[in-house]
């Protein structure tokens, strides 16, 4: 539901991955709604978050174009020492 989704997001935000993860899982019915890029985005953050880098990153080039996708894979692409492909 969007409340499992926030609360991803907020587990996420004070470092209780594990939480995130399973609030995440919970909540990836979400698909063919209008949740599910926001759902997506919240799954490559935590994956970035895990540690996951390129994972994160190929899940936002994978991601439709949005303005949050493109943010986030533009700043993974600097952090991982990609400037010219940002």
């Not at 995130?20 to 979400?30: C, I, K, V």
């Not at 490559?44 to 439709?64: D, F, K, R, V």
Request: glycine residues 6%; negative net charge; charged residues 25%.
């Amino acid at each position: 539901s969007e409340t499992m989704l926030r609360a991803a997001g907020l587990a996420r935000a004070v470092g209780d991955l594990p939480l995130s993860a399973d609030l995440l899982t919970r909540a990836e019915p979400l698909e063919g709604t209008e949740y599910r890029s926001a759902w997506e985005n919240e799954r490559a953050a935590l994956l970035w978050q895990q540690g996951q880098s390129e994972a994160a990153l190929a899940a936002w080039q994978a991601m439709p174009e949005t303005a949050p996708s493109l943010f986030n894979r533009g700043m993974a692409l600097l952090f991982l020492d990609r400037a010219k492909e940002a």
